[in-house]
């Protein structure tokens, strides 16, 4: 209960936040778009396999580990880079790397 009841909460939160920036100028709503995409994306890949698991019935399924795996491991791997892909410096060097063609006359480009 206390999982579902906080996520209700914060996503009531972000809710009024997105209410609120509409009167503000395109280059502030953007901005506080931004932050709170990414912190919506770490809240919904912590919450959504915590009440998958605890809202359904005690029994022990094989498939409970893999949600658990999820939560307790995978998304504190991805906090770091999700945070990272806002820093504009990241986001033009992954562009520089992705935009590349990685052969030029047989030799690698770097």
Not at 3 to 8: C, K, N, P, S
């Amino acid at each position: 209960m206390m999982g579902l009841v906080t996520f209700v909460v914060l996503m009531l939160s972000y809710f009024l936040i997105l209410c609120t920036i509409r009167a503000y100028p395109t280059e502030s709503r953007s901005k506080a778009l931004s932050t709170c995409s990414s912190h919506l994306t770490v809240v919904v890949l912590f919450f959504v396999p915590v009440l998958f698991i605890y809202i359904r019935p005690a029994n022990t399924f094989p498939v409970d580990k893999v949600f658990a795996l999820f939560y307790t491991i995978i998304t504190p791997m991805f906090n770091p880079l999700i945070y990272t892909l806002r820093n504009m410096e990241m986001k033009k060097a992954l562009r520089k790397v992705w935009c590349q063609k990685p052969f030029l006359n047989g030799r690698y480009v770097i």
